[in-house]
């Protein structure tokens, strides 16, 4: 049973960096799927952030595009979610994810990360 | 970008009755190759991640129950539970993976006892 824990800061100041790494165990992150950032604002509804393949390739949401890195460690079996020049918008539960043929499968608990001063 | 609109944004339906959401996509998410829609349903309890519940459209994910249904092709869908519990009460949602570039879902739809 593959499992994905999200870890990182809760509280990023304005014009910060967000960092957030998410865990997988269970399962490779070789495996032949991709593993994706997807985002909640409080009382809202699902945003996908973007995705990474083992190999680095990555496909990010045009609207933040400018401002997102996805990054792989194989060696940690692990993922990270970088978001730049953040602001109070960008205050979210945020989940990492495994996407496979079947949609996207598996999700972390997710971790809410505000944006305050 | 495809966008997804499901209907209704809420809903409120009776224990042991139908319930029936519908998601519509801008442009088609049939994949001619295999034939297959890229088309996936979860439900969201509070407090919760979302569930995956129903993929290519029609396919029950292991272990979910089988009045859980999906129908549909090409840029039209439904979710239907045929016989409402008080535990599928949960924000549902769609989403098409057939823009590998860009995944999108619906904006949700909250279905609640009547």
């Known amino acids: 049973q593959v499992q994905l824990q999200e870890s990182g800061p809760g509280l990023v100041k304005p014009s910060g960096t967000l960092s957030l790494t998410c865990a997988v165990s269970?399962?490779?992150?070789?495996?032949?799927?991709?593993w994706s950032w997807i985002r909640q604002p409080p009382g809202k509804g699902l945003e996908w952030i973007g995705e990474?393949?083992?190999?680095?390739?990555?496909n990010y949401n045009p609207s933040l595009k400018s401002r997102v890195t996805i990054s792989v460690d194989k060696s940690k079996n692990q993922f990270s979610l970088k978001l730049s020049s953040v602001t109070a918008a960008d205050t979210a539960v945020y989940y990492c994810a495994r996407n496979s043929a079947a949609g996207t499968d598996y999700w972390g608990q997710g971790t809410l990360v505000t944006v305050s001063s | 970008d495809i966008v997804m609109t499901q209907s209704p944004d809420s809903l409120a339906v009776s224990l042991g009755e139908r319930a029936t959401i519908n998601c519509k996509s801008s442009q088609s998410v049939l994949y001619s190759s295999n034939n297959k829609n890229y088309l996936a349903w979860y439900q969201q309890k509070p407090g919760q991640p979302p569930k995956l519940l129903i993929y290519w459209a029609s396919t029950r994910e292991s272990g979910v129950p089988d009045r859980f249904s999906g129908s549909g092709s090409g840029t039209d869908f439904t979710l239907t539970i045929s016989s409402l519990q008080a535990e599928d009460v949960a924000v549902y949602y769609c989403q098409q993976y057939y823009s590998t570039s860009m995944y999108t879902f619906g904006q949700g739809t909250k279905l609640e006892i009547k």
């Open positions: 269970g399962g490779s992150i070789s495996s032949s799927n991709w």
């Open positions: 990474i393949y083992h190999s680095g390739s990555t």
